[in-house]
């Protein structure tokens, strides 16, 4: 069976740091492309980072340039997204989301080109 499990969201004060992971199982990431999105209550599901695996090439929204990094652990089989200098428009449930369809990155930034989904984590950002 194909999964996708996130972990690591929380409670983190202003300015503080989480690190989530996204763990595959029943396929490994080898060619696929790996995206993180979020969604605030009453808001879109919104693109956050992506990862294309095999390259290692990394694409971020510019509302985390600069302090999210996204990453792979190919021993885990697990991509890593690292949120720093949190801020609290960064509170969201963030889901990890992959797919091996080719296409570029407007394609990745689209949640609907997406084939597997994990069940989201909580990130609280509190001022």
């Known amino acids: 069976e194909v999964q996708l499990v996130e972990s690591g969201g929380g409670l983190v004060q202003a300015g503080g740091s989480l690190r989530l992971s996204c763990a595959a199982s029943?396929?490994?990431?080898?060619?696929?492309?790996i995206g993180w999105f979020r969604q605030a209550p009453g808001k879109e599901r919104e693109w956050v980072s992506c990862?294309?695996?095999?390259?290692?090439?990394?694409y971020y929204a510019d509302s985390v340039k600069g302090r999210f990094t996204i990453s792979s652990d190919n021993a885990k089989n697990t991509v890593v997204l690292q949120m720093s200098s949190l801020k609290p428009e960064d509170m969201a449930v963030y889901y990890c989301?992959?797919?091996?369809?080719?296409?570029?990155?407007?394609?990745?930034?689209?949640?609907?080109?997406?084939?597997?989904w994990g069940q989201g984590t909580q990130v609280t950002v509190s001022s």
């Open positions: 989301a992959a797919s091996r369809k080719g296409g570029s990155i407007w394609s990745w930034k689209t949640p609907g080109w997406y084939e597997y």
């Open positions: 029943g396929f490994t990431f080898d060619d696929y492309r």
């Open positions: 990862l294309n695996y095999k390259y290692s090439t990394t």
